[in-house]
């Protein structure tokens, strides 16, 4: 069963506002706690309880940390910030609807979490790219084919990442101009 709902401007304004504090704590903690407290939301949280819809959403918070701590892709600063803000949010017990609400306390997570990873598709689908990239070159023989092989990520990495802000600019514009055509 498919059930869809449309949020109108107001509610999108309690997201907003949510989000807010969550970039606030971002502003002054470590990344580092902010990962560990995803982590223990997700260690802690009763994911495996919830609507298959929410558990779908709070499990992509694992590739967010994952893709934060993977030195390779080495994310750069400001699309890091957008990552950590979400997992802030993701990570605050008190947000929208406390998280120990039976069934529904995790409801506000999962809709900030699709909120939020449709902002940063394109990050995600440029790491989901590199790590395809790296699989596909395989272990390396030896250290001449270790070398090969760092270069090589690390000019599929700068295309990627270029791509991805690319991509978001594009995006950006376009929105930009409906806002301006409305």
Same mark, same amino acid.
């Given at each position: 069963?498919?059930?869809?709902?449309?949020l109108?401007p107001?509610?999108i304004?309690?997201?907003?506002?949510?989000?807010a504090?969550?970039?606030?704590?971002?502003?002054?903690?470590?990344?580092?706690d902010?990962?560990?407290?995803?982590?223990?939301g997700?260690?802690?949280?009763?994911?495996e309880?919830a609507?298959?819809?929410?558990?779908?959403r709070?499990?992509?918070?694992?590739?967010?940390?994952?893709?934060?701590?993977?030195?390779?892709?080495a994310?750069?600063?400001?699309e890091?910030?957008?990552?950590?803000?979400?997992?802030?949010?993701?990570s605050d017990?008190?947000?929208?609807?406390?998280?120990?609400?039976?069934?529904?306390? +995790?409801?506000?997570?999962?809709?900030? +979490?699709?909120?939020?990873?449709?902002q940063?598709?394109?990050?995600?689908?440029?790491?989901?790219d590199?790590?395809?990239?790296?699989?596909?070159?395989?272990?390396p023989?030896?250290?001449?084919?270790?070398?090969?092989?760092?270069?090589?990520?690390?000019?599929?990495?700068?295309?990627?990442?270029?791509?991805?802000?690319?991509?978001?600019?594009?995006?950006?514009?376009?929105?930009?101009a409906?806002s301006?055509?409305?």
């Open positions: 069963m498919k059930i869809s709902f449309e109108e107001a509610d304004e309690r997201f907003h506002e949510a989000l504090r969550a970039e606030r704590r971002v502003a002054c903690a470590d990344e580092c902010i990962i560990e407290a995803a982590r223990h997700l260690r802690t949280l009763p994911i309880c609507p298959g819809y929410i558990r779908r709070l499990l992509q918070v694992v590739e967010l940390v994952d893709m934060l701590e993977d030195e390779a892709w994310l750069p600063q400001p890091r910030s957008e990552v950590l803000k979400l997992l802030a949010y993701f017990p008190e947000d929208m609807i406390p998280d120990d609400v039976e069934v529904i306390g +995790l409801l506000d997570d999962a809709i900030m +979490l699709e909120l939020l990873l449709r940063i598709r394109h990050v995600v689908v440029a790491y989901d590199f790590r395809a990239a790296r699989e596909a070159l395989g272990e023989a030896d250290a001449d084919a270790r070398l090969a092989q760092a270069r090589e990520l690390a000019r599929r990495r700068g295309q990627l990442q270029a791509r991805m802000r690319r991509r978001r600019v594009r995006d950006a514009l376009a929105r930009a409906g301006a055509g409305a």
